[in-house]
């Protein structure tokens, strides 16, 4: 069955610290697709971004990379040089070719907190 | 650049009655979603939808839900006599056709509120 872990329910930081936010899924498929969202305090949900199973790149974008590591089922979110607008909760989700809707399963979710 | 939009963004009903709640999914998407995020919990799946029909439900969505495209652009979820537990923001999204851009785009969020 598929499945998303966030084992990571809440983590401070203090403004300009690194920070990884952890992720692990389960999945029998051999095609699928990895995603993180941001989810500030307002409650909408923000498409940070989308991996596929055959893309194993690590991506960087500004303060924000990520590492998709399909050896121990985990695709880590890292947020270089962290900033009060970062305080959010952050979502893993993973979405399943063969379910052949797509639906997305997330993960609980990563309370992140920047204090100035 | 098109959105998902969601009315109402905040509805409060009392417990029994029905409520609506509305999304207009992006023009060109096909297939369509509805999430339910109980207040400090993770997003969960309640239903999908193509072609006009229902194509994968999760267990939440029981007999009390229902879903709706009935005039081509609006998308509604139907929840016929609400409970204190249907309290939860409902985020609606949509994705495209192209199954290679797997990404779904998700409206802002109805929050309703269950007294």
């Known amino acids: 069955a598929q499945k998303v872990t966030q084992a990571q329910t809440e983590i401070s930081v203090v403004e300009k610290e690194d920070v990884t936010l952890d992720c692990v899924y389960e999945?029998?498929?051999?095609?699928?697709?990895l995603f993180w969202y941001k989810q500030p305090p307002s409650g909408e949900l923000v498409f940070l971004i989308r991996?596929?199973?055959?893309?194993?790149q690590n991506e960087i974008s500004g303060r924000y990379s990520w590492n998709f590591q399909k050896s121990t089922s985990s695709f880590n979110f890292t947020i270089t040089a962290s900033q009060v607008v970062d305080s959010a909760v952050y979502f893993c989700?993973?979405?399943?070719?063969?379910?052949?809707?797509?639906?997305?399963?997330f993960g609980t979710g990563t309370r992140l907190k920047v204090l100035a | 650049e098109p959105e998902v939009t969601q009315t109402p963004s905040h509805q409060v009903t009392q417990m029994g009655q029905e409520v609506i709640l509305r999304c207009v999914p992006i023009?060109?998407?096909?297939?369509f979603y509805w999430y339910r995020q109980i207040l400090g919990q993770k997003v969960e799946f309640l239903v999908s939808?193509?072609?006009?029909?229902?194509?994968?439900k999760s267990e939440i969505f029981d007999d009390q839900f229902s879903v709706e495209r009935p005039d081509g652009s609006n998308f509604t979820l139907k929840i016929r006599s609400t409970k204190l537990e249907d309290s939860a923001m409902y985020f609606c999204?949509?994705?495209?056709?192209?199954?290679?851009?797997?990404?779904?785009?998700f409206g802002p969020g109805t929050r309703l509120t269950v007294l």
């Open positions: 939808f193509y072609n006009n029909e229902i194509s994968e």
């Open positions: 989700a993973l979405s399943e070719v063969v379910s052949g809707t797509y639906k997305y399963i």
């Open positions: 023009s060109n998407h096909l297939y």
């Open positions: 999945t029998r498929d051999t095609t699928y697709y």
């Open positions: 991996r596929n199973s055959f893309d194993e």
């Open positions: 999204a949509s994705r495209p056709r192209d199954r290679a851009y797997n990404e779904q785009f």
